[in-house]
């Protein structure tokens, strides 16, 4: 690449105290958001492994060695 080619470097200034609180709450309320979101599907997978097991063993247990899940 020729040296012109070369985008400038932008110097990024340290934030002000107000600027990063209000910069690390955005950030917590991210993590928070997909957090939640990742419990939401979770839970979700956990209902339909149960009911797909109700569905299969009519969701009496049985102790027969033989029978195959």
Do not use: C
Request: proline content about 9%; overall charge positive.
């Amino acid at each position: 690449m020729r040296f012109y080619e070369f985008k400038p470097v932008k110097h990024i200034k340290p934030l002000s105290p107000p600027e990063a609180r209000l910069h690390k709450l955005k950030d917590v309320g991210e993590r928070n958001k997909t957090a939640i979101k990742t419990e939401k599907d979770a839970q979700k997978r956990q209902k339909a492994l149960v009911k797909q097991s109700k569905q299969q063993g009519k969701g009496k247990p049985t102790n027969n060695p033989n029978q195959t899940l």
